[in-house]
Structure formats: C-alpha cells, structure tokens
C-alpha cells in the first residue's frame, strides 16, 4: 500500500511508519491486494482538523480523524460489505487527516498509548475509505468488528472493550 503522508504537526514523528502498517493490515484482512492502491494522509493538528471539519461536516471544533473516500463504495444495505475497490479504476482510495492533540488527549482518557490509538484510527480512517461506516446499526456493527479483529492481529486489544 502506498501512504502519502504530508505532517504538518511533527509531533507525529514516524506516523508514516503506523499509516503503512495499518492499511496493509486492512487490506490483508479485506483479501484486497495493496500494492494497487494509494490513500492520502494529513497529520496535522486540532487547528488544522477544526478547520477541516468545519468546511466539509459543518462542526467548527477538532476531531481525531477525517475521511474522504475518492468513491462512494458503501453497501445499500445495513451490514452487508461495501463493494470492494477495483484495480485499475480506483488506485486513488482518498484521504484522511489525523489530528495530534485529539488523538493524545483520547489515548491519554483511555489509558492507552498514542502508538495504539493512532494505529486504531488509522484503521478507522482506512474502513472508511473502502465504504465502512458507522451510520446503521448493522454496518457500525460490521466495521466495529472489522477493527477489533484487525487491530488483535497487528497485538492491540478490542478498541471498544470498557
């Protein structure tokens, strides 16, 4: 898989490092080949993101990630997959932002580390990009458990476990 990561925020240090790791981890999951495809990656911080979100979601505050699928894949109906990007046609997944301080401030609440956290919303942002979403019941249940399966075998425990 290719991440192209701009850092705007250098606190991130090596996020391109957990960016590659984490959508090679989808993809081999998902039995999707990675090597055909790109995603675009902003680390930057809550500003930048507040800005982000407010332009695209209408919510002038900061949040931990942003996704923008290049394509709309999601399924018509609630839990079924998304249909799958195509070789070729869709080497362009699209893009997302991460911000720093959201992510360090959450990891900090839970109790976990800004390595695993990150790599969570990594994948997060990933699922997003192939046409997972949280919005029904049923598909929130999909890729809830997409990401918890995923993350236990990259050795990071269930994100949604209290």
């Known amino acids: 898989m290719s991440v192209d990561c701009l850092v705007e925020d250098r606190r991130w240090g090596d996020i ?3 960016a590659e790791a984490a959508t090679d981890a989808v993809f081999e999951r998902l039995g999707i080949e990675p090597s055909a495809f790109e995603v675009s990656l902003l680390a930057c911080s809550d500003a930048r993101i507040s800005v982000l979100n407010e332009g695209f979601r209408g919510k002038p505050q900061p949040t931990n990630v942003l996704s923008w699928p290049s394509d709309e894949r999601g399924a018509s109906v609630d839990g079924e997959m998304p249909l799958p990007p195509r070789v070729g046609r869709d080497s362009e997944l699209g893009d997302i932002a991460i911000a720093y301080d959201t992510c360090a401030r959450e990891a900090a609440e839970a109790g976990k ?5 990150t790599l969570h919303l990594l994948v997060h942002g ?3 990009l192939l046409g997972f ?3 029904r019941d049923r598909d929130a249940t999909l890729m809830e458990g997409l990401e918890t399966e995923i993350l236990g075998k990259m050795g990071l ?3 949604y476990k209290v």
């Open 16 to 18: 391109d490092t957990l």
């Open 113 to 117: 580390t800004m390595r695993d956290h």
């Open 126 to 128: 990933t699922l997003h």
């Open 133 to 135: 979403d949280h919005e």
């Open 157 to 159: 425990g269930d994100p």
